[in-house]
């Protein structure tokens, strides 16, 4: 079973730009695995909280300019 994690900052992402994702992310798999693998894939996309995470050793927080609308 292909399984696809992504991790992304909390509303960074509409619930469409969400879909679209695992459309799109499916569609590759099936492309390099064949038709077999479409219903035992899985997306998973995790957001994580403002805050629950460090980059560069910073803390990060997502800015209002990134945020879905």
């Known amino acids: 079973m292909p399984f696809i994690n992504i991790k992304t900052p909390e509303a960074a992402l509409s ?3 969400k879909t679209e994702i695992g459309h799109r992310l499916t569609e590759l798999i099936v ?4 038709e077999a693998v479409r219903p035992h894939t899985m997306v998973l996309i995790e957001e994580v909280r403002d805050g629950g995470y460090f980059r560069a050793d ?9 945020r879905a609308e």
């Open 15 to 17: 619930t469409a730009q």
């Open 58 to 66: 910073e803390l990060f927080v997502l800015p209002e300019a990134y």
């Open 31 to 34: 492309e390099y695995f064949s």
